[in-house]
């Protein structure tokens, strides 16, 4: 007895410790699905992103209809019957005098029964037409402009989840240097406080370090605040549940901005807008050959067997009675004569909007030249900024290091201290405040540049 409740409560034990272990799984594994480096994010992106979802499905439908246009050139097969029934018998006239009548005279006659019946099957075969093999060659074409639109969506996903993944880790760092900030003041509050407890300092002291630290919270809460919306842009862009945590494992670090030597012009055609825009105009050539292959005739081949049945009473699936069949072979020219020079206006329409096309490619081509100028002329800018905002953070911290020694040692004033520690929060906001935008202006030129990878 002693041995089954032993061997009962070991079960448990291992039930429980399998349990145990099982929610220990789930839970790393959640946290793993939560963490994304910049490149897992960007990977998330192109499968779960809506618009590129869409891109994707555009992809297959574009697909689909290309089968639809090949189609038209394989044999079409059709099959028909019907049953009628017929109120009144159509009558026809004939010359009375077959019937021994008047000449001139016609009788009416109805010939014909009551229930008819016919069943058959049509088949048609495209021989030639050229409208139609200009359409196959557009196919390929046509397939190529969806790849080329969705490497676009792609391509601005990607732009979107960097800016929003280097936004949300630039909130991050922040947050990390004003807890850090007010951990500071917050202790030279302290020992202020105890320093005007015991009469060594002046109450206004103390107020004006209470202020400052007050002022360091209101902005930290600004700063969590605008965390939130920072993570919430990059779930959004990334696809992700908004509900669902996110963690980032990159760091921010200033070696993101580091870039090889700039070329003197951007080469336009590693962009995917241009290759969208190239594609176009292929297929508005072939547009306009396939109207002028209108002129040409067109040959297609066609075959029809039927069976024709009727009867005084309805009795048409009666094998007792037969049916009567019909075949029929042949081809059918079409040949354009005259069609009151529509198809003329068709190719000046045609020809027009070719040359609106390339006119669009020329004013890309000047626009992707002003893109990469001025995404250089930000970024550069941008960096050296971003050198002299760091020297002056550096040297924002450094004074107010020394205010605060001066401070204790009794030669610095309250007012020097509180001036000393604005000036480390302004240069920490306009640090990061840069560190961004330059961020910004990086992708901006990888964009102009046609480097962004997915």
Same mark, same amino acid.
């Not at 017929?86 to 029964?113: H, M, R």
């Not at 297609?300 to 039927?306: I, P, Q």
């Not at 070719?354 to 930000?378: I, R």
């Given at each position: 007895?002693?041995?089954?409740?032993?061997? =009962?409560?070991?079960?448990?034990?291992?039930?429980?410790?399998?349990?145990?272990?099982?929610?220990?799984? /789930?839970?790393?594994?959640?946290?793993?699905?939560?963490?994304?480096?910049?490149?897992?994010?960007?990977?998330?992106?192109?499968?779960? =992103?809506?618009?590129?979802?869409?891109?994707?499905?555009?992809?297959?439908?574009?697909?689909?209809?290309?089968?639809?246009?090949?189609?038209?050139?394989?044999?079409?097969?059709?099959?028909?019957?019907?049953?009628?029934?017929?109120?009144?018998?159509?009558?026809?006239?004939?010359?009375?005098?077959?019937?021994?009548?008047?000449?001139?005279?016609?009788?009416?006659?109805?010939?014909?029964?009551?229930?008819?019946? !016919?069943?058959?099957?049509?088949?048609?075969?495209?021989?030639?037409?050229?409208? @139609?093999?200009?359409?196959?060659?557009?196919?390929?074409?046509?397939?190529?402009?969806?790849?080329?639109?969705?490497?676009?969506?792609?391509?601005?996903?990607?732009?979107?989840? !960097?800016?929003?993944?280097?936004?949300?880790?630039?909130?991050?760092?922040?947050?990390? $240097?004003?807890?850090?900030? $007010?951990?500071?003041?917050?202790?030279?509050?302290?020992?202020?406080?105890?320093?005007?407890?015991?009469?060594?300092?002046?109450?206004?002291?103390?107020?004006?370090?209470?202020?400052?630290?007050?002022?360091?919270?209101?902005?930290?809460?600004?700063?969590?605040?605008?965390?939130?919306?920072? @993570?919430?842009?990059?779930?959004? /862009?990334?696809?992700?549940?908004?509900?669902?945590?996110?963690?980032?494992?990159?760091?921010?670090?200033?070696?993101?901005?580091?870039?090889?030597?700039?070329?003197?012009?951007?080469?336009?055609?590693?962009?995917?807008? @241009?290759?969208?825009?190239?594609?176009?105009?292929?297929?508005?050539?072939?547009?306009?050959?396939?109207?002028?292959?209108?002129?040409?005739? !067109?040959?297609?081949?066609?075959?029809?067997?039927?069976?024709?049945?009727?009867?005084?009473?309805?009795?048409?699936?009666?094998?007792?009675?037969?049916?009567?069949?019909?075949?029929?072979?042949?081809?059918?020219?079409?040949?354009?004569?005259?069609?009151?020079? +529509?198809?003329?206006?068709?190719?000046? =329409?045609?020809?027009?909007?070719? +040359?609106?096309?390339?006119?669009?490619?020329?004013?890309?081509?000047?626009?992707?030249?002003?893109?990469?100028?001025?995404?250089?002329?930000?970024?550069?800018?941008?960096?050296?900024?971003?050198?002299?905002?760091?020297?002056? =953070?550096?040297?924002?911290?450094?004074?107010?290091?020394?205010?605060?020694?001066?401070?204790?040692?009794?030669?610095? !004033?309250?007012?020097?201290?509180?001036?000393?520690?604005?000036?480390?929060?302004?240069?920490?906001?306009?640090?990061?405040?840069?560190?961004?935008?330059?961020?910004?202006?990086?992708?901006?030129?990888?964009?102009?540049?046609?480097? $962004?990878?997915?």
């Amino acid at each position: 007895m002693k041995n089954n409740h032993t061997k =009962q409560y070991t079960m448990k034990k291992i039930l429980l410790l399998l349990v145990a272990y099982a929610s220990i799984t /789930q839970v790393r594994a959640q946290d793993a699905n939560s963490s994304f480096s910049l490149k897992q994010a960007i990977e998330f992106a192109m499968n779960n =992103q809506p618009n590129v979802k869409n891109a994707l499905l555009d992809e297959a439908i574009a697909k689909k209809k290309v089968d639809e246009i090949t189609g038209i050139g394989t044999p079409q097969i059709n099959a028909s019957a019907d049953i009628n029934k017929f109120i009144e018998i159509p009558t026809s006239f004939v010359p009375a005098e077959f019937f021994g009548g008047n000449p001139g005279e016609f009788f009416g006659v109805q010939f014909g029964q009551p229930y008819t019946a !016919s069943a058959g099957v049509t088949a048609t075969q495209l021989l030639f037409d050229g409208s @139609y093999l200009v359409g196959l060659q557009a196919t390929k074409t046509y397939m190529d402009l969806s790849r080329k639109a969705t490497v676009q969506t792609k391509t601005e996903t990607a732009v979107n989840v !960097s800016k929003a993944y280097y936004g949300a880790l630039v909130a991050d760092a922040r947050l990390l $240097i004003i807890d850090a900030n $007010i951990q500071r003041v917050t202790k030279l509050f302290s020992d202020t406080k105890a320093l005007n407890d015991n009469g060594l300092v002046e109450k206004i002291d103390v107020d004006r370090l209470e202020l400052s630290l007050n002022n360091l919270k209101v902005e930290k809460e600004k700063v969590e605040r605008f965390k939130l919306l920072s @993570y919430a842009l990059l779930k959004f /862009q990334m696809g992700y549940d908004n509900a669902k945590a996110l963690t980032l494992t990159d760091k921010l670090d200033e070696s993101i901005l580091a870039v090889t030597a700039l070329p003197d012009s951007a080469d336009y055609t590693k962009r995917p807008e @241009y290759g969208l825009i190239n594609v176009q105009r292929q297929l508005q050539a072939l547009d306009l050959k396939r109207i002028k292959a209108g002129y040409f005739p !067109s040959l297609v081949a066609f075959g029809t067997a039927s069976a024709n049945a009727s009867r005084n009473e309805f009795n048409i699936f009666n094998t007792d009675y037969r049916w009567f069949p019909t075949v029929i072979a042949g081809l059918k020219l079409n040949v354009p004569i005259w069609d009151g020079l +529509q198809r003329k206006s068709q190719i000046a =329409q045609s020809k027009l909007t070719l +040359q609106k096309v390339d006119n669009s490619m020329a004013l890309m081509k000047n626009g992707f030249a002003l893109d990469y100028e001025n995404a250089k002329t930000s970024y550069q800018n941008n960096l050296a900024s971003l050198k002299i905002v760091k020297k002056n =953070q550096t040297l924002a911290n450094e004074i107010s290091r020394v205010s605060k020694i001066k401070y204790q040692s009794g030669v610095g !004033s309250s007012l020097e201290l509180i001036d000393a520690e604005s000036s480390v929060k302004e240069a920490d906001a306009n640090y990061f405040n840069t560190l961004y935008e330059t961020i910004i202006s990086k992708i901006d030129l990888d964009k102009s540049i046609g480097t $962004i990878t997915f």
